[in-house]
């Protein structure tokens, strides 16, 4: 008897290693386009760097907590600098999805863009991402809603990719006018909005709702079992994202997973916080633009890679000594006003049926 509880204990073990940390996914490491651009750093990436070391200093001295996340959503916010775009901002009324128009002059209220912010699910918000919103506002011609999700730690995990699935669906049936079906539709996000657009559109797929025409993600966070080797590798050289992953990065795999599988209630290798371990089939054409030197290089390469294999139409672009999420700094930044015109020229080449770059 005693044999046999051993041995059903090894198994449970086995299993709940596996549960929690899923398959092996590094047979899709097989690699990286070149470079679109940044090979060289500039004088523009120099004054980046300052503005996320003051940024990620900003909360320096303050302990974990309240006061540190509330500083930190504030700097955040105040990132932003939309007074040099000629678009507007709306908010959306009570009953509606949280959020706000950015609508430009030439912008088309039936050819919509669903907007997710970053933040690592903690922080971030329309008004810290409307440098981005406004500039794909001028450059696509789309009516752009920027949906304000709820976010961690007052609300649960999955509550933003709710808030992500019902925004786009809400957005099908409503533009800047009011009621109205959409023409075109597409969605965008970066890092941990992109996180939640990718697994929003597995989810609108899986339910048979009407789904998008055009996906985008931006430096996006697609396998939160943190098991890529460009997370450790680019470590010192992602300025943006190392000071805080480090802390994760030590701490063992185990008890990391098991934190995050008791946070969310989900496996860390569930689709519906890894969308890179779901299923990628049958999905819209998929932009995703990274930098070779940050953190979450693998999560789009593999993604890409991955979509690839089970026939998905993805494209994948890369920049060299980017930071992560370079395109707030359009359009003072060379290379982010290049991926933003990138992300417009995609969306127009979807649109219109033509082909596209791999």
Same mark, same amino acid.
């Given at each position: 008897?005693?044999?046999?509880?051993?041995?059903?204990?090894?198994?449970?073990?086995?299993?709940?290693?596996?549960?929690?940390?899923? *398959?092996?996914?590094?047979?899709?490491?097989?690699?990286?386009?070149?470079?679109?651009?940044?090979?060289?750093?500039?004088?523009?990436?120099?004054?980046?760097?300052?503005?996320?070391?003051?940024?990620?200093?900003?909360?320096?001295?303050?302990?974990?907590?309240?006061?540190?996340?509330?500083?930190?959503?504030?700097?955040?916010?105040?990132?932003?600098?939309?007074?040099?775009?000629?678009?507007?901002?709306?908010?959306?009324?009570?009953?509606?999805?949280?959020?706000?128009?950015?609508?430009?002059?030439?912008?088309?209220?039936?050819?919509?863009?669903?907007?997710?912010?970053?933040?690592?699910?903690?922080?971030?918000?329309?008004?810290?991402?409307?440098?981005?919103?406004?500039?794909?506002?001028?450059?696509?011609?789309?009516?752009?809603?920027?949906?304000?999700?709820?976010?961690?730690?007052?609300?649960?995990?999955?509550?933003?990719?709710?808030?992500?699935?019902?925004?786009?669906?809400?957005?099908?049936?409503?533009?800047?006018?009011?009621?109205?079906?959409?023409?075109?539709?597409?969605?965008?996000? *970066?890092?941990?909005?992109?996180?939640?657009?990718?697994?929003?559109?597995?989810?609108?797929? *899986?339910?048979?709702?009407?789904?998008?025409?055009?996906?985008? +993600?931006?430096?996006?966070?697609?396998?939160?079992?943190?098991?890529?080797?460009?997370?450790?590798?680019?470590?010192?050289?992602?300025?943006?994202?190392?000071?805080?992953?480090?802390?994760?990065?030590?701490?063992?795999?185990?008890?990391?997973?098991?934190?995050?599988?008791?946070?969310?209630?989900?496996?860390?290798?569930?689709?519906?916080?890894?969308?890179?371990?779901?299923?990628?089939?049958?999905?819209?054409?998929?932009?995703?633009?990274?930098?070779?030197?940050?953190?979450?290089?693998?999560?789009?390469?593999?993604?890409?890679?991955?979509?690839?294999?089970?026939? +998905?139409?993805?494209?994948?672009?890369?920049?060299?000594?980017?930071?992560?999420?370079?395109?707030?700094?359009?359009?003072?930044?060379?290379?982010?006003?290049?991926?933003?015109?990138?992300?417009?020229?995609?969306?127009?080449?979807?649109?219109?049926? +033509?082909?596209?770059?791999?």
């Amino acid at each position: 008897m005693f044999l046999f509880f051993v041995i059903l204990l090894i198994v449970a073990a086995i299993g709940l290693f596996f549960w929690l940390h899923g *398959d092996d996914l590094s047979r899709f490491d097989k690699g990286y386009p070149k470079p679109i651009a940044g090979t060289v750093p500039s004088e523009g990436v120099a004054a980046v760097v300052q503005s996320v070391a003051g940024f990620t200093g900003a909360t320096a001295g303050l302990k974990p907590g309240r006061a540190r996340l509330a500083m930190l959503r504030q700097a955040l916010d105040g990132i932003s600098d939309e007074k040099r775009f000629d678009v507007s901002f709306r908010q959306n009324a009570a009953g509606e999805p949280p959020g706000e128009w950015v609508l430009s002059a030439n912008s088309d209220p039936d050819r919509r863009l669903l907007y997710v912010h970053g933040g690592g699910f903690v922080a971030g918000s329309p008004k810290s991402h409307r440098v981005i919103t406004s500039a794909l506002a001028e450059l696509t011609g789309m009516a752009v809603f920027s949906l304000d999700y709820r976010l961690v730690p007052e609300h649960s995990r999955l509550a933003g990719l709710d808030d992500t699935e019902n925004a786009f669906t809400w957005l099908t049936k409503n533009g800047p006018q009011g009621p109205g079906l959409g023409r075109f539709m597409a969605i965008a996000g *970066d890092s941990a909005g992109g996180n939640l657009i990718l697994t929003a559109v597995q989810r609108l797929r *899986d339910k048979g709702l009407k789904n998008a025409d055009a996906i985008v +993600g931006i430096c996006p966070s697609t396998d939160v079992t943190m098991r890529s080797p460009s997370l450790r590798a680019n470590l010192t050289s992602d300025l943006m994202l190392g000071g805080g992953l480090a802390p994760l990065l030590r701490m063992p795999t185990a008890l990391r997973h098991a934190m995050i599988a008791l946070t969310s209630k989900r496996s860390p290798a569930s689709p519906e916080l890894s969308p890179l371990r779901g299923d990628l089939k049958d999905l819209a054409p998929i932009l995703l633009q990274v930098s070779l030197t940050e953190m979450l290089l693998d999560d789009s390469a593999r993604y890409f890679h991955r979509a690839k294999s089970q026939g +998905g139409d993805v494209v994948l672009h890369t920049y060299d000594n980017m930071v992560h999420v370079w395109h707030m700094f359009y359009p003072e930044l060379s290379e982010a006003k290049l991926a933003l015109e990138g992300v417009a020229d995609f969306l127009r080449a979807v649109e219109e049926g +033509g082909a596209r770059a791999a």
